[in-house]
């Protein structure tokens, strides 16, 4: 099962490709996004630990059109290459690390329901890069909740704790972050099993139907 949102990248793709292409006229190059998009986590961290959690949101969605237009422009420019998919996904990690950083430092929600999210997400990641380091998944972007998912969730609770204080919905939106990005993990990981094991069961059966 594909996260939600991974099911409209083809769309996402197609409508960003056109400011991709103005930024290769302009000289920006995708490293430059990608490094501009952690530069960004690292203030959208330092709003959201003093509690502005609008302004939190206004720069975490910028720091999501760094994250977009520096895919956009390597595929425009024709420059993709597999570093600047390790370094994208490196600042990813760290972009998470900054913003659930700035929500634990703001002191709305308890430091373990922060870490507790923060490991889930990264688990969820990591299952997902070696699972398809081995080279035998072309893609292991299945599970529960994407990146996006989980973005969005957050988003949604920054903006609706300052309406509704008394429910805290910020910190339930951490731990419901927490739990999708584990149970992500864990689907991620049960998918890896079995298409290796798949892969393992076809190259016997080829094996031994070569062998009469």
């Not at 950083?101 to 923060?118: D, H, N, Q, T």
Request: aromatic letters at 8%; hydrophobic letters at 50%; one cysteine or more.
């Amino acid at each position: 099962m594909m996260p939600f949102l991974a099911r409209f990248r083809a769309i996402y793709e197609t409508i960003s490709l056109p400011l991709g292409r103005i930024c290769v006229r302009l000289g920006i190059t995708p490293d430059a996004l990608t490094y501009l998009s952690l530069v960004l986590s690292v203030g959208a961290g330092y709003v959201l630990s003093r509690g502005w959690f609008a302004w939190g949101v206004a720069v975490i969605l910028l720091v999501g059109v760094a994250d977009v237009l520096d895919g956009a422009t390597a595929r425009a420019g024709g420059t993709a290459s597999a570093y600047g998919t390790v370094l994208d996904h490196v600042t990813d990690r760290y972009a998470e690390a900054f913003i659930l950083g700035g929500i634990m430092l703001s002191g709305v929600v308890k430091p373990l329901w922060v870490l507790f999210a923060l490991v889930g997400m990264l688990m969820a990641s990591y299952v997902r890069a070696r699972a398809e380091a081995t080279h035998k998944l072309v893609s292991c972007n299945v599970g529960f909740a994407g990146r996006q998912e989980k973005l969005g969730l957050l988003i949604v609770g920054l903006l609706l704790h300052p309406l509704f204080p008394e429910f805290n919905l910020l910190h339930w939106a951490i731990i419901a972050i927490g739990v999708a990005s584990h149970i992500t993990a864990a689907q991620r990981l049960h998918y890896t099993r079995q298409m290796l094991v798949g892969i393992n069961d076809h190259r016997d059966l080829s094996q031994g139907s070569g062998v009469a």
